[in-house]
């Protein structure tokens, strides 16, 4: 997926979470006008309010006269309070967002626009001969489909999607678990 993201400063600074993930990412100014049809070649543009949230409402107002691509707002949480719907946003980001939070954002902000709306996505994810459908919840080896819990699956599933990366049982229990989860780190072994 191709993304663009709008701010003055290093944006992995802020998410450090994007590194994580398989999108790519190219950078641009704030305060650079994009010119006509050049924010219509990505699939999602993150608007980053952390340092600048005037440039960035100006940003956002530019982009909702010009391109019909998404925009997700990169704030803290003191500058939510200046956000409204003039602002033409599919989604807002808080800094430090888990890379499974920040995936399923930019997933759900691409999949709200009406180009997507009637097409058919692609939901396989595919690694290492296996195939994962997201919309149905199954996953596959070599055609024989694999009979997998809830978690098992979640496990699978990010796990393919961040091939050849190493995770510590920690950030395992973080993405897929969830921060909140109470128990030892030894359920991802059993899984």
Same mark, same amino acid.
């Given at each position: 997926?191709?993304?663009?993201?709008?701010?003055? $400063?290093? =944006?992995?600074?802020?998410?450090?979470?994007?590194?994580?993930?398989?999108?790519?990412?190219?950078?641009? =100014?704030? /305060?650079? *006008? &994009?010119?006509?049809?050049?924010?219509?070649?990505?699939?999602?543009?993150?608007?980053?309010?952390? $340092?600048?949230? *005037?440039?960035?409402?100006?940003?956002?107002?530019?982009?909702?006269?010009?391109?019909? $691509?998404?925009?997700?707002?990169?704030?803290?949480?003191?500058?939510?309070? #200046?956000? $409204?719907?003039?602002?033409? &946003?599919?989604?807002? &980001?808080? =800094?430090? #967002?888990?890379?499974?939070?920040?995936?399923?954002?930019?997933?759900?902000?691409?999949?709200?626009? =009406?180009?997507?709306?009637?097409?058919? *996505?692609?939901?396989?994810?595919?690694?290492?001969?296996?195939?994962?459908?997201?919309?149905?919840?199954?996953?596959?080896?070599?055609?024989?489909?694999?009979?997998? /819990?809830?978690?098992?699956?979640?496990?699978?599933?990010?796990?393919?999607?961040?091939?050849?990366?190493?995770?510590? *049982?920690?950030?395992? &229990?973080?993405?897929?678990?969830?921060?909140?989860?109470?128990?030892?780190?030894?359920?991802?072994?059993?899984?």
């Amino acid at each position: 997926m191709q993304l663009l993201c709008l701010t003055d $400063t290093d =944006p992995g600074a802020l998410l450090t979470g994007l590194e994580m993930l398989p999108h790519d990412l190219r950078t641009s =100014p704030l /305060t650079v *006008r &994009l010119s006509p049809g050049t924010a219509d070649r990505f699939d999602l543009i993150i608007v980053d309010a952390t $340092t600048n949230l *005037r440039h960035a409402h100006l940003a956002c107002l530019e982009l909702a006269r010009d391109c019909r $691509t998404p925009r997700v707002l990169l704030s803290r949480e003191a500058g939510l309070a #200046a956000v $409204t719907p003039e602002w033409q &946003l599919a989604d807002v &980001l808080l =800094p430090g #967002a888990s890379p499974a939070e920040i995936d399923l954002r930019i997933r759900l902000a691409v999949g709200r626009t =009406p180009a997507a709306v009637g097409t058919e *996505r692609s939901s396989a994810v595919e690694s290492s001969g296996v195939v994962i459908d997201e919309n149905n919840f199954t996953a596959r080896v070599r055609e024989r489909t694999l009979d997998l /819990t809830y978690k098992e699956f979640e496990l699978l599933h990010f796990l393919a999607r961040n091939p050849g990366r190493v995770f510590t *049982r920690d950030q395992l &229990l973080g993405e897929v678990w969830g921060f909140d989860y109470y128990g030892g780190t030894r359920t991802v072994d059993v899984h």
